[in-house]
């Protein structure tokens, strides 16, 4: 049971995600001086990030949505980081989204102390920010530097970036809460400006998005702002800008009642709440996807092969396999994470781009489907216990949880664009819940069936059909297997195709050969697997050259390029970009049903709109920064680009009339 359970988890965190590097957005610089480093002397080091016109990123508390600048130093032994100087922030208004953060030019200062003279050694800082226009793409950059250092430009740029500083409020601050305003009065001779603005550090006391109501007196500036839904704190900071300066304000609430430090419900809490809702309904709907059905097939034939079985064996089958499940996806989500905190971009369904991942699942679908025509039993290549993959055991329903996460990273069902997208901008911890709902929602059919006792008597009997059946679902894996081959040849080039048929050939004739072991056949079939495995080692597969431009139907494609859709707008030339995979069932299925279909390449060809394809299959940094940039992290994505106008999103399950409405602006049909 533990290989077949190692094996199972392998192929979900088996991947090899490659990052293709795309040019910033934000150019970013680390300059430092360091000639001399001496104990206790602070050497100043100055990151400056340069936005384009109308592009912006993030203060420290992102407003209504964004990420906040983040730095991470790696020191020499005996130099340590001090907190980072930040330049004052502005308000950024997109709307009624009120964020805070920087334009046109940032730098951050941050002090590295030495403990000792003349220390030595290599240090780098890694700096991750979003960008964000009309569209928000997460950036990062990795600097290093040697100590000592000379830059004999580095007290020019710490002088300037001193002077967009914040400096120490000469004076008290506090704040009252009155019905459903906040009340910040500072006491001060400062000459306030009467367009003065505070920009909170902890978020939600105040409603971002409303008017500040601002009135001086002598010694006294007082601004009045609606409450937000989180009850105030004993301090309460933020920055005052005001004119060119910014001020550093900690503000005492006055009428705190004693439990005014919990919070009450919140925005985003509800928010959550509602991303959850959508993960479950999601995962409920990830059932009926083309691409879980030979999974969930075998669990229907274990199931009737014990009648249902009691209902103590029941309820642990439904709770082996929702763990299985649930922690299929939080095991994707935990790779997820660890890819985004190294800088690397990647979204659902990442593992189907790596060619080892998808040769691994081939090959394990292929003795599934060996073993579903009793060829062998899974025991003598796997253990005793593998076979139990297929049969009502808890160990056996754990495995085909994990196996249904791995087939179900092709698909991508209605609701879950939204659950998934979100997980961009919440936190590790709440990504992990909206995983652990999308598994919950898969495996909740199985689970009630195995609670509810009704259901499992609707179950057929077992008898003799349940051999044809096995027959059938066998058909049903292999020919998954096979569909993961065209998979890789996508992937790679087409002598990858051959790499993989050769390991399946070797596979089969393994098989054969323990069948016919104690017989005169036994040593041919040893000499075709060692015949086999020399020519799978001679035929490496070598990465696969980018597809030129091909016709999709009577339409001829142009590959993802966002400088070429910018240019194309330009002209007033309308743009349907399809984001999609060669591992994305759902992708496949909305191209045969709704793009190719004839009303729809009749309307592109009259309307002279360039189909664009963004092909994911092999991982593209450009094109998750585009999904990222719609709030998702996985395909189908499909944006229609009017002649005027915005862009407009499609549903993720396309049928034509849903393709022509939108293309021709309708509502959608109810």
């Known amino acids: 049971m533990r290989i077949i359970k190692s094996l199972a988890l392998a192929l979900i965190l088996t991947c090899a995600t490659q990052s293709v590097a795309a040019e910033s957005i934000v150019k970013s610089q680390l300059t430092m001086n360091a000639e001399k480093v001496k104990a206790g002397e602070p050497i100043w080091a100055a990151i400056t990030l340069a936005m384009p016109k109308d592009w912006h990123v993030y203060w420290k508390n992102p407003g209504d949505s964004g990420i906040a600048t983040s730095f991470e130093w790696k020191l020499p032994e005996g130099v340590t980081a001090g ?135 002598s010694g006294k500036l007082t601004i009045a702002m609606p409450r937000g839904n989180t009850s105030p704190i004993k301090e309460w900071h933020g920055i005052l800008r005001s004119a060119d300066n910014g001020f550093e304000v900690t503000a005492t609430a006055q009428n705190m009642a004693p439990t005014a430090t919990e919070q009450s419900p919140t925005a985003s809490s509800s928010s959550l709440i509602v991303i959850l809702l959508l993960a479950l309904a999601g995962g409920l709907l990830l059932n009926l996807m083309p691409c879980v059905l030979p999974i969930l097939s075998l669990k229907a034939l274990a199931l ?30 935990l790779v997820l994470l660890s890819l985004k905190s190294a800088g690397e971009a990647a979204g659902w369904g990442f593992q189907l781009q790596s060619p080892g991942f998808v040769v691994g ?11 579903l025509l009793s060829w062998f039993e899974l025991p003598v290549l796997l253990g005793s216990a593998a076979s139990r993959i297929s049969g009502a055991t808890q160990s056996g329903s754990f495995c085909t949880g994990l196996l249904a996460v791995a087939l179900a990273t092709p698909c991508t069902a209605p609701f879950m664009a939204t659950a998934l997208g979100a997980t961009l901008t919440l936190s590790a911890t709440a990504s992990l819940l909206v995983f652990a709902a999308l598994g919950l929602g898969m495996a909740l059919p199985f689970l009630v069936v195995s609670f509810w006792p009704a259901a499992r008597k609707l179950l057929p009997k077992p008898g003799g059909w349940m051999k044809g059946f096995k027959q059938f679902l066998s058909v049903l894996v292999f020919l998954t297997a096979i569909w993961l081959v065209s998979v890789l040849t996508k992937l790679v080039d087409k002598q990858a195709a051959a790499f993989a048929i050769h390991g399946a050939i070797a596979i089969i004739l393994l098989v054969r050969l323990h069948v016919a072991r104690h017989s005169r056949n036994g040593r041919f079939f040893l000499f075709a697997i060692l015949a086999v495995a020399f020519w799978t080692i001679a035929v490496q597969p070598s990465p696969r050259v980018p597809d030129k431009a091909q016709a999709m139907g009577a339409i001829v494609t142009e590959l993802f390029n966002t400088e070429r859709i910018d240019a194309l707008r330009k002209e007033g030339t309308p743009v349907f970009v399809d984001a999609t995979a060669a591992w994305c069932i759902t992708c496949k299925i909305n191209e045969r049903v709704a793009l190719r279909s004839d009303k729809v ?70």
Not at 362 to 370: P, T, W, Y
Request: aromatic share 8%.
């Open 83 to 217: 907190e980072t100087l930040w330049p004052k922030p502005r308000r950024v208004a997109t709307g009624t989204i009120i964020n805070y953060g920087y334009a046109d030019r940032a730098i951050f200062l941050t002090p590295l102390t030495p403990d000792r003279d003349n220390i030595t050694g290599e240090m780098s800082v890694k700096v991750s920010w979003l960008a964000c226009k009309d569209t928000c793409i997460p950036e990062s950059a990795t600097f290093r530097a040697y100590l000592p250092q000379k830059d004999v430009t580095a007290a020019k740029v710490v002088n300037e970036a001193r002077r967009y500083l914040t400096k120490p409020l000469s004076g008290a601050a506090t704040y009252r809460v009155e019905d459903k305003k906040i009340v910040l009065e500072i006491a001060s001779f400062e000459p306030f400006s009467a367009l003065s603005q505070f920009i909170p550090l902890e978020n939600g006391i105040i409603a971002n998005d409303g008017a500040q109501e601002v009135t001086r007196t």
């Open 304 to 333: 009737a092969k014990k009648g249902g079985g009691s209902n103590a064996e029941a309820k642990r089958q439904g709770i082996a396999y929702t763990a299985g499940v649930v922690g299929g996806f939080i095991l994707i989500a």
């Open 361 to 371: 699942l081939m090959l394990l679908m292929l003795l599934v489907s060996m073993n």
């Open 601 to 670: 390449q009749a309307y592109f060809a009259e309307h002279g709109v360039v189909l664009m394809i963004a092909d994911w299959t092999s991982g593209d940094d450009a094109i998750t920064n585009y999904l990222a940039s719609f709030g998702r992290n996985g395909v189908p994505l499909y944006v229609y680009y009017p002649p005027n106008g915005e862009p407009r999103v499609l549903p993720q399950l396309l049928t034509p009339s849903t393709v022509l409405d939108a293309l021709a602006d309708k509502p959608p049909q109810t």
